[in-house]
Structures are given as C-alpha cells and as structure tokens.
Nanobody, 123 residues
Framework: QVELVESGGGLVQAGGSLRLSCAASGSTFSLYSMGWFRQAPGKEREFAAA????????YYADSVKGRFTISRDNAKNILYLQMNSLKPEDTAVYYC????????????????WGQGTQVTVSS
C-alpha cells in the first residue's frame, strides 16, 4: 500500500499560482496511476487531474483544463500539480490519490489517499 503526503497548499490571490506536491512512499511509485481530487466546503469531492504510470495518459477536468498541469517524477516518487491563473472557485482541500491500473477520473477507483492540503484563493 502506497502512502501519500501532500504539500504546497496555501493562500493566494486570484490570478496567482501554486504548485502542489505529493510524496509517495511504501511501495513502487511507478506502478501506480495517480490523480488529484479536490473538495470544497459543502461540496462533494471532485476530479481535477490524473496521470498514468509513465505519463502516457493524462486527464483534466474541464474546470481546470488549460490552467493546471499534472506531472510526476518517478525517480523521486513525487506527483505534482502546477496550478496557474487560480480562481476563487478553486478554493478546496486538494488530495492526491493512487491506484494500480489505468488512470481514471473516478475517485471510487483510487484506493490510496493522502490527507489533503488546503488551497485558498482570495478575490
């Protein structure tokens, strides 16, 4: 079972940027497809981005496409989410998740989760 720890969240003004990191340990990182999900107060957890084991397949939610970039460094066991042109509606707790198998956009397919990191975008 892979263990995941997110970092890099914080408070940023609208239009600003943040880069989230997700450090993996306890298992072979390169065997896992990875995803970023987010949950705003009072809302359900939603998909943001996902990437396959070697990056050959990448998916984005329409709401973040063109602004967010998911990437991974399998040598360092780290997943990233570069977030640019941030909007107040991007405010949420961001979670990274891992699954053995193909990348998907459904949170139900991911079996390992981090504790989350808060991103707050002020207007």
């Amino acid at each position: 079972q892979v263990e995941l720890v997110e970092s890099g969240g914080g408070l940023v003004q609208a239009g600003g940027s943040l880069r989230l990191s997700c450090a993996a340990s306890g298992s072979t990182f390169s065997l896992y497809s990875m995803g970023w999900f987010r949950q705003a107060p009072g809302k359900e957890r939603e998909f943001a981005a996902a990437m396959s084991q070697r990056g050959g397949s990448i998916y984005y939610a329409d709401s973040v496409k063109g602004r967010f970039t998911i990437s991974r460094d399998n040598a360092k066991n780290i997943l990233y989410l570069q977030m640019n042109s941030l909007k107040p509606e991007d405010t949420a707790v961001y979670y990274c998740a891992a699954r053995r198998g193909a990348a998907t956009i459904s949170s139900l397919d991911f079996g390992s989760w981090g504790q989350g990191t808060q991103v707050t975008v002020s207007s």
